[in-house]
């Protein structure tokens, strides 16, 4: 009798874990189909990093393209102004900038291109979900909730990458998708001069140029050319462009640099330009400041100098100096070439 009610009762409880089940799963569906309704409503964004360079626009715009050539909707997005480099590119293939989105929220979905560094990406990415990753930098600090499409290579340029997932895909690039991703990694390996730049880049940018009947070497100065900051700063501009301060021997120093297609584009503002300097020097209590003008075609780069560092360059690099200037061949680093000689010089 006794083991006959719990059977009763394991009856009862095995209807209502039926009934829970049935309960929980068309639950489920409910859940399933409100989630599916949600997903259409979010946004899908491919970005690039902060202070876009070339590379970072057209790989959004080209993997947007991508991505909607594959049936996806998406929208490529900038997150900062599109430089005179980039105006240039986006001209000559007639493509329009991405929309400016300054920050995204839960609702939105990105795909980070050119970067995977928190510190450079759109603000809001720890509510968006990072649904995927093209880039081809050192691997940084990025975590999500879910396996995620990351695809990094040692390339010289994402938009390497990019021209490859258009043929892993089977996806043909149309003319002006080609320019974006041509001018990309000429822009990112400076020509093929940069020592990023791998065989890999070369065969696409290559096949690219052929594609548009295009001179690699032509048009990659006319694009360096468009980007080119001399006719765009002041003198101080120019100076404190891309600046750094050093301390040696308790003495600070500065050293900025620019880079151009030819010296010669800043013979007529050298004056300006240390004077601009003398001024900095003044503020700032330096032992002195160098601006680097660095040619990266004849691979070399011009030192302006204000009075006082004469006799550290003449002796550091072993040259004989101009009142405030010396041509350095072969010099293009200041992190690797400039610094290092001017530490030893002026610590020992
Ligand atoms: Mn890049």
Known sequence: MVFLISKKKLLIFVLFLCCS??????????TTIKYIEEEKEMNTYVVGHQNPDTDSICAAITYANLKQELGKEVEAIRIGKVNSETEFVLDKFDIEAPRLVEEVSADDEIILVDHNEKSQAIAGIEEAEVKEIIDHHRIGDIETGNPIYFRNEPVGSTCTVIAKLYQENDVELTDDMAGLLLSAILSDTVIFRSPTCTVTDEKIANRLAEQLGVEIEEYGKKLFKAGSVVNKLSPRELVQNDYKEYEFAGETIGVGQIEVMDVAEVEGIKDEIITASEKLVAENDYKFLILMVTDILAEG???????????????????????????LDGVLSRKKQIIPVLSDYLTT
């Open 21 to 30: 089940i049935v309960g929980l799963s068309s639950n489920n569906k409910v």
């Open 301 to 327: 780069s011009l030192l302006l100098f204000t009075p006082g560092a004469e006799k550290t360059v003449g002796e550091a690099f072993d040259v004989e100096v101009d009142r405030s200037e010396v041509y």
